[in-house]
């Protein structure tokens, strides 16, 4: 397997995206249409894969993103942003009250890469996509160390995920890794591969 290319986002391309989350969900909780502030250039301006997450008190309130690259990633933070706090079925929607004490984390994610033997996995720098029978979950790299799983327990849990079976990875699934740049306002970039 080739290693997923990664980037570096910098200090100030991070507090960008991270300001357009938080102001695009206060701008839809408020009843108005946001409009970020037009990125022409730099990483902001490209387009990859993106998860919002967003955490009150350290639990996880909403997180919903993009897999494949869906137009420029400062488009896609307030899109995934508002999505995260108000669509993700896990959750009621944020309420403007919550705002203020709630945290964004932003992951943006590198290619996908075919796994053809789950030895390529490293847990805590790779994501999963497990795809079969139509159905599909995914996993950030954060949420198996955060959890510190094993590599098998980070397969079945990627799969009870996409509504399948814990061990429908090791048959006719198709499985697919990525890293993520991931940073957040109560912490700095956290995980990046090269």
Known sequence: MSR???FQLTDSDQRLLLQIARNAVGAYLHGEVFSPPEVSSGIPSQ?????????????????????????????????????????????????????SIVDFEISVLSSMQRIEDITEIEVGKHGLL?????HGGLLLPQVAAAYSWDRIRFLQETCRKGGLKADDWRDGATIHCFTAFVFGEQHPHMTAAS
Not at 54 to 61: P, V, W
């Open 4 to 6: 997923p290319v990664m």
């Open 130 to 134: 497990i795809r079969k029978r139509g």
């Open 47 to 99: 387009s990859f894969g993106i998860f919002v997450s967003i955490h009150k008190h350290g639990e996880l309130r909403g997180c919903i993103g993009n897999v494949h690259a869906a137009g420029p990633l400062y488009r896609s933070a307030a899109e995934c942003a508002i999505s995260a706090a108000v669509d993700d079925p896990r959750f009621a929607p944020l309420t403007n009250e919550e705002l």
